[in-house]
């Protein structure tokens, strides 16, 4: 079984159509892991001052849980475990208040903890609660906190397990998932080379494994059978239409992405700004270049605000040129979550005493501007309003930026094409 599985490993690893190369390695992954943990610790903050509410819509929880549902295909559904189901009265954390705060204290312990005996332990104290409803599921939270230590979980994750070692695993119970995790910890381990420390890569392999996108190797069986699997492996390219449309989508949006940072970023230039362009995006390949050409090359002063790492990952800041005090930040949502940026650009703005001098602006495709409303409508964001993000729609940054780039200077010109929300 070892040499097949490792077979079958490198075989995934290079698979474009794969989770690891289109969702591991897609970059916006790790930049909303830190807004996805403060949203978690909202959540905690809410519920430890009785503030929460009885109710998922409209929480700071479903925000939260929708961000993680946006992370492309392995945690799509991710919200399903926490929508209020009333003719079942399940998950029970919104109308009993002890299993809601039993279910903060999970997080809290999780946030605020650094080894593995810690996490499994407020599992377990989670665990003893035995709250209906709230099962394995919460685990796809407590990823977002120590994807080191906490294994994702799903169906096809779970089936993709059983399926490569033959155990039997059930979804809803909490010490299955942990005797699985333990599994995964062994299995990671034994195949670290190829994978990593981050326990995404690995649940990404179950999870195409228990999508049926790949064959599972046989863990006993002649020569035959074994050139049968190696044929069937071999002919995984691409196992479903919609899907290969759905990762050439991807890509695409990718790069539509890196080219609205791109034209930000010479806007910028060209309006007499210094810029800034994310931490993770600087090397992104742009115009024969790297989108951080001609960008500052060290994090300024203005950026490193206090108890928020999120800022220095804004898609791209402009600065006075002089004083390199933040003039403006824009997050690009292209399809990303929108979530997230809103997190960053308001970690920015509340993390100093400059928040009256700065322009925030949420810039995304015309047909994204409801969703856009949305986002900043819900509770969580209820400081956006005094804040001023506007949102400016790609059609008018594709007719307008070359003009303002021509004959504009200052912040006027990108506040002359930007809508007030």
């Known amino acids: 079984m070892t040499d097949l599985t490792r077979t079958l490993i490198e075989r995934w690893k290079v698979d474009k159509n ?45 925000t939260v849980v929708s961000s993680i549902a946006e992370q492309r295909q392995m945690f799509k559904g991710a919200d399903h475990a926490f929508l209020w189901k009333p003719k079942l009265r399940i998950p029970d954390i919104y109308e009993n208040a002890d299993n809601q705060r039993a279910f903060a204290n999970l997080l809290h312990a999780c946030d605020c903890c650094d080894t593995e005996q810690e996490v499994v332990q407020a599992i377990q104290q989670l665990s003893q609660h035995g709250i209906k409803g709230l099962g394995p599921a919460a685990a796809n939270l407590l990823y977002f906190i120590h994807p080191t230590l906490v294994v994702p979980f799903n169906t096809a994750i779970v089936n993709g397990y059983n399926a490569l070692t033959g ?57 035959a059978t074994v050139a049968a699997w190696e044929t069937d492996l071999a002919k995984v390219r691409e196992e479903a239409a919609s899907f290969a449309r759905q990762i050439q989508a991807n890509r695409t949006e990718d790069a539509t992405h890196t080219e609205v940072q791109g034209w930000l970023r010479d806007l910028g230039k060209a309006l007499g700004f210094s810029v800034w362009v994310a931490t993770n995006d600087r090397s992104r390949p742009f115009n024969g270049g790297a989108l951080g050409d001609g960008c500052l090359s060290s994090i300024p002063a203005s950026l490193l605000v ?33 979530y997230s940026g809103i997190v960053r650009l308001l970690d920015l703005a509340l993390g100093s005493d400059q928040s009256a001098k700065k322009h925030l602006f949420l810039v995304a495709p015309d047909a994204r501007e409801a969703d856009v409303r949305a986002q900043l409508s819900r509770p969580a964001f209820s400081r956006v309003s005094e804040l001023g993000i506007r949102y400016v729609p790609y059609t008018s940054l594709t007719e307008h930026r070359e003009n303002m780039a021509r004959f504009g200077a200052g912040i006027k010109p990108i506040e002359a094409i930007a809508k007030t929300l």
């Open 18 to 62: 794969g989770t690891y190369q289109s969702w591991f390695l897609w970059p916006e992954r790790l930049k909303n892991f830190r807004s996805i943990r403060r949203g978690i610790g909202a959540v905690v903050n809410e519920i430890q001052a009785g503030t929460f509410g009885n109710a998922y819509r409209g929480s700071s929880l479903e």
């Open 167 to 223: 155990s039997s695993v059930k979804l809803g119970k909490w010490d299955h998932y942990l005797a699985m995790r333990e599994g995964v910890l062994v299995l990671n381990a034994r195949y670290r080379d190829l994978l990593s420390n981050d326990l995404g890569a690995i649940a990404g392999l179950l999870f195409d494994l228990g999508m049926a996108r790949y064959p599972v190797p046989p863990r006993e069986g002649d020569s």
């Open 306 to 338: 206090a108890g928020a790492d999120t800022v220095p990952l804004i898609d791209v800041v402009w600065l006075n040129a002089t004083s390199l005090e933040v003039e403006a930040a824009f997050e690009v949502e292209h399809t990303t979550s929108i």
